[in-house]
Each structure stands twice: as structure tokens, then as C-alpha cells.
């Protein structure tokens, strides 16, 4: 099939999706495109990727960024700004049920103070600040649980058929070559093909969610159809997370999963402390594992992959032996620019832009400090999906990607500086901490008041 032709299969398709969704909502708001068309550009590629622009070398590129970016984001958070005015966002109770997320946020921003690069890393700050206020669009809908499934599914029903067009028809775009063995490598819609594993992966995610949760009602004709197009996606997720060859993903998604079915089983009912207890528990014999006794060496060298983690170990002495103001850090998004760049890229890390563990990564930017303030973070949005696990669909997968996130960013970055992974759980988090959300259903018909003596009348005459 030609390419031309292929696109416009796809973009019809696409626009029948769409529109003859059966889990469509008809009673979406406008407003939820916002967040969609934000968190579209932190999965895939920045409009100016998209558009083939330029700003000159690659380290230019990283200080400087791009102006039509700019331009783009600036109008979504403009329009989120509006939104949440128009709303009335109550800030004091999200400021309140959400202090450690606002701290970090804070702190973040206060170290470019003493960051190299001062101006680049408040630019920064600003940029992100948006991936929270497209968050808060969400929140602040009328119906703020179903507003994050909306999202979350236009997300799948965009990227993924998108990102098989630009494999199998736009190898130029879909495509690259790696840096370590110069073999090609899927990158689909996404930048990398770890980043394409992370779009599987939160995809995946949410269609396995989504499908457990309408199971029980697989017997009515208008679910069977939404547990079709399910299932089509799930697929088509898988095929992709394949031809990524992401392993991380692949066995994060599998942990997420594995989660999502205990949480929904009547045995993690009936026991909810159970899951409370087993994924922090995994997670520390993990942690002693890993760092008592190589397990991750161990098992890369046993399916055929290097033992180093593709280059992982060169990266992690590299960026340590910089020195880096162990309390503070560098300041946000301010490591991975001048001096220490060239350092990093002289080194045998090569040319790399992130320590490819999210913990790591942090430390590196913010210190100590920053490193407390996150797990704060975790911390408090692990009690809350506790509290909220037995009563609210959501906190199911509210837990999956909170265990997700802890294991994901052993190997690589994925916490806090607007990227993907980070976002969704976010996103999520806040939803379900929410104490008393109000979902402004449609109230339920009334049931005609019938007279008790009037009606065992008639049953006597009956009988």
C-alpha cells in the first residue's frame, strides 16, 4: 500500500473512531483537549520535531530550545489558565491535600538560583509548570474520574495507530539507528525507542484497566463493543512494546498488570491490607536483589543482554564523578548543560542526556533535598490510593503506576521533569486523593410512590 494511501486510511479511520466510539462521552467537555494535546506532545515528539525544525546544534538545542515550542505551549497553558479561572479552581484545598507535591515544585524552582544556568533552568520550570495545570483541567472537571479515562483513552486511539503508520510506511520517521550497535531501532511516534516502550506502556495500562473494570458487564451488547476495541488496542500496544524491544517496559507493564488483576480479585477485597503490604514489600526484596547480589546484571546477561545494562554502569560513574553539591544539586534541568555535558560526552557514557535512573537523575538536579521531598511525595499518595483501593475504580490504577514508577526508574529517568510516565501518574494520583469528587450524574428517574394498602389489595384480589 502506498504511504499516501495509508495516511488516509488511518486519518479516516482515526475520525470514524472517533466518532462512532461506543465508549465515547458525549458529555466530555471541550476543555479536555487541552490536557489531551499537552500530554500528546510529551509522549510523542515536540511540534517543532514534528515539523522538521531546527535550532542548530544538538547542545544549542538543549540551552536554547525552540520557539515555536514555546509558542505552542505557551498558548495551552494560557488556555488551561483560562479554563481553571472560569471554573472557579479551588487552590487552597488542592495547596492543601497536596503540600509535598507543591514543595517539590517550589523547591524546584528556587534552585535556579544557584544553578550555571540560571535563566535556562526558570525557562524550564515555567515549561513544565504546564504539564500541572493541564492536570488541573482535568481535575477540575465536572466529572473529574471519567475526565482522566477520556484522556487517557483519545491518548491510545491517537499514538498507537500512529505510531504503526510511521513504522511500517514512514521508516524515516519511525525509525532509527542506535547509538551502541548502529542496528535500527522502532521509535514509532515517539523520540527513542525507551520512549516508545513508555507509551506502550502507559497505554497498555490503561486498556487492561479499562477492560477489567467492564468485564463483569461483558454480557451487554454496548460493553462487548468497547471491550472490542479494547482488546484491538491491546494488541496493537503489544506489537508495539515488541518491536521496541523496551525490556523495562515490557516487564513494567507486566508488574501493572499483575497489580491491576490482584486489586481486582475478591480475595485482595475481602484482604485489602494484602496488596497495601506486597508491592512495598517486592519493592525493598527487589532493591536487596538488585544491589546485594547484581540481580540485574545477572538476569541481562542471562537473556543475552549486556550485563552493564546497554552502557547503564559507564553513564552512572560518569555523571557521579562530576561532584555535584550533594544537599542542593545543580539546579533543575541544569546538569546536563555546558562543562558537564562535554565532560559526560568525552567519557565512555557517550553521548547520552540522562543517567537513565529517575532516582539518579534527581540527585543530580536537586540534591538531597529534592530526593526527601519526592519520596514524600510517594510516600503521601501511597496512603491515599490505600485508603481509596476499596472504593473507587481508579485507585486500581493508581496503584499500578505508582508500583510502576518505583521499579521503572531503576534504569531509567522517569520522575518530575514533565515526562510521561511521571504525568499519567500524576494525573492519576491526584484524582483519586480527591476526598469527595463530585461526579454530577444525571440524577436517577423517579420511581412512582405506590400506596402499600392499595397494592396488597390488589395482590389479595389477584391472588
Not at 488496542?233 to 517496559?249: P, Q, V, Y
Request: hydrophobic share 50%.
Amino acid at each position: 500500500m502506498p504511504p499516501s494511501l495509508a495516511t488516509l486510511l488511518w486519518f479516516v479511520l482515526t475520525l470514524v473512531l472517533f466518532r462512532f466510539d461506543p465508549a465515547r462521552d458525549r458529555r466530555a467537555s471541550p476543555a479536555l483537549w487541552i490536557p489531551t494535546a499537552w500530554i500528546f506532545f510529551t509522549a510523542s515528539r515536540l511540534p517543532a520535531q514534528w515539523l522538521g525544525a531546527s535550532v542548530g546544534s544538538a547542545g544549542q538545542a538543549l540551552e536554547e530550545g525552540n520557539p515555536l515550542d514555546r509558542l505552542i505551549f505557551s498558548g495551552l497553558i494560557v488556555l488551561s489558565i483560562a479554563v481553571l479561572m472560569s471554573r472557579s479552581f479551588n487552590w487552597n484545598r488542592f495547596f492543601t491535600r497536596n503540600f509535598a507535591l507543591i514543595a517539590l515544585i517550589a523547591f524546584a524552582l528556587t534552585s535556579a538560583l544557584w544553578s550555571d544556568f540560571p535563566l535556562v533552568s526558570a525557562k524550564r520550570w515555567f515549561r513544565d509548570l504546564g504539564n500541572y495545570l493541564v492536570i488541573f483541567v482535568v481535575l477540575s472537571d465536572r466529572r473529574p474520574f471519567d475526565a482522566v479515562a477520556i484522556v487517557l483513552r483519545r491518548l491510545g486511539y491517537l499514538l498507537v495507530p500512529l505510531s504503526i503508520l510511521l513504522i511500517k510506511y514512514y521508516p524515516g520517521l519511525g525509525k532509527t539507528f542506535s547509538f551502541w550497535t548502529g542496528a535500527a531501532e522502532f521509535i514509532g511516534a515517539a523520540t527513542s525507542k525507551n520512549m516508545l516502550g513508555v507509551l506502550c506502556l502507559v497505554t497498555g495500562s490503561f486498556f487492561f484497566w479499562d477492560t477489567l473494570g467492564r468485564w463483569p458487564d461483558r454480557k451487554e451488547k454496548q460493553t462487548k463493543k468497547i471491550l472490542m476495541i479494547d482488546g484491538a488496542f491491546i494488541w496493537m500496544t503489544l506489537w508495539l512494546l515488541n518491536l521496541s524491544n523496551s525490556a523495562t517496559s515490557t516487564v513494567c507493564l507486566t508488574i501493572g498488570c499483575v497489580v491491576m488483576l490482584v486489586a481486582h480479585t475478591k480475595f485482595s477485597r475481602r484482604h485489602p491490607g494484602f496488596l497495601k503490604f506486597m508491592v512495598p514489600t517486592a519493592f525493598c526484596i527487589y532493591l536487596i536483589l538488585a544491589f546485594g547480589f547484581d540481580v540485574n546484571g545477572s538476569l541481562a546477561g542471562a537473556v543475552g543482554r549486556d550485563p552493564t545494562l546497554t552502557g547503564r554502569s559507564d553513564i552512572w560513574k560518569a555523571v557521579l564523578s562530576t561532584h555535584t553539591n550533594p544537599i542542593v544539586g545543580a539546579g533543575y534541568e541544569s546538569f546536563w548543560l555546558g562543562d558537564r555535558l562535554t565532560y559526560i560526552w568525552s567519557s565512555k557514557a557517550g553521548h547520552v542526556n540522562e543517567a537513565h535512573n529517575g532516582y539518579l537523575e534527581l540527585y543530580l538536579s536537586l540534591g538531597l533535598v529534592g530526593e526527601f521531598l519526592l519520596f514524600t511525595v510517594l510516600i503521601s499518595s501511597y496512603r491515599t490510593i490505600c485508603r481509596k483501593l476499596s472504593s473507587l475504580k481508579l485507585a486500581s490504577l493508581a496503584m499500578a503506576l505508582w508500583t510502576v514508577l518505583l521499579f521503572y526508574n531503576m534504569t531509567e529517568s522517569a520522575l518530575f521533569k514533565g515526562q510521561l510516565l511521571w504525568v499519567i501518574f500524576i494525573l492519576v494520583a491526584i484524582t483519586v486523593s480527591a476526598q469527595t469528587p463530585i461526579e454530577r450524574e444525571d440524577p436517577p428517574a423517579k420511581k412512582p410512590v405506590v400506596n402499600n394498602f392499595s397494592s396488597r389489595v390488589r395482590e389479595g384480589v389477584a391472588a
